[in-house]
């Protein structure tokens, strides 16, 4: 299966329920060949895109969502609590931090058998 940066988009659009804004979308459309290139450039050799198709496809989507998460909240900070009085305002982590970190990770748990990790492996010597 073939896919295209439009499929990887429905797909996203797909998973988030249809609750996004007209600029949220072109965000999301404008990292959708981001996402892609991002995991084909960590697949195992020998492994293409094409082949795992829609797991690759629903996979782009999740991390297409997760960088577009991450582009809009870049200030990484939310106001929780601000005193007029003395002026003072405390900022917390925002929880759309730790939602795209978690779709990011669900989206690579998704390919982990055909991903290539960079780890250590053993192999055999004739002797």
């Known amino acids: 299966m073939s896919y295209t ?3 990887i988009f429905a797909k996203a659009a797909l998973l988030t329920g249809g609750g996004l804004s007209a600029e949220s ?3 999301l459309s404008a990292v959708c060949g981001a996402a892609a290139a ?6 195992k050799r020998g492994v293409s ?15 297409a969502l997760a960088l577009c998460m991450e582009l809009e909240n870049s200030a990484g900070a939310e106001i929780s609590s601000f005193k ?4 003072s305002a405390s900022l917390r982590e925002g929880g759309v931090k730790a939602s795209a970190a ?5 989206a690579e748990d998704m390919l982990s058998s055909y991903l290539d990790r960079g780890g250590f ?7």
Not at 84 to 87: L, R, V
Not at 122 to 127: E, R, Y
Request: net charge negative; charged share 25%.
């Open 121 to 127: 492996c053993f192999t055999g010597v004739a002797g």
């Open 5 to 7: 940066n439009e499929d």
């Open 102 to 106: 978690t779709l990011r990770k669900a």
């Open 38 to 43: 991002e995991l084909k450039a960590k697949l």
């Open 84 to 87: 007029a009085g003395s002026i």
């Open 25 to 27: 979308e072109k965000v």
């Open 49 to 63: 895109a094409d082949a795992l198709g829609e797991t690759f496809v629903t996979a782009a989507g999740m991390l």
